[in-house]
């Protein structure tokens, strides 16, 4: 396995974008930024929340799953108070939706910035 995919893998993962950026392919690392960013930052402001693992209920596991995808944000979580959710919002329920979505998406960006260190994409 080549070191270079690896490396745009993991940094794609961490922050969105990253590895595309590692990979010189500017234009396409910046629009994930932006566009994975603004996800994050709407699921945060609608006080949506970001599980963690518990394994007592398969849903939520899935739902760490999902929200583990968000990378540095994920880990700032665990040390700061965001993403704790206000389920007494009316908008609770989509700003999770849109963190889980978030985290989703920046799965298949690191896998996209792996394929692309692969030469298996351009």
């Not at 665990?78 to 978030?102: C, D, H, I, K, N």
Request: proline share 2%.
């Amino acid at each position: 396995m080549k070191t270079k995919a690896l490396t745009a893998g993991i940094l794609g993962w961490f922050i969105p974008g990253l590895g595309h950026l590692y990979l010189k392919r500017y234009w396409r690392g910046l629009i994930f930024f932006i566009a994975i960013g603004l996800m994050c930052l709407l699921g945060l402001v609608m006080g949506g929340r970001i599980y963690h693992a518990q394994a007592e209920n398969p849903l939520t596991f899935l739902a760490f799953l999902s929200d583990l995808g968000n990378g540095c944000l994920y880990l700032i979580s665990r040390f700061l108070p965001v993403g704790l959710g206000e389920m007494e919002r009316v908008s609770f329920e989509f700003g999770s939706a849109y963190l889980s979505g978030a985290g989703l998406l920046n799965f298949l960006i690191a896998l996209d910035a792996w394929d692309i260190g692969r030469g298996k994409k351009s």
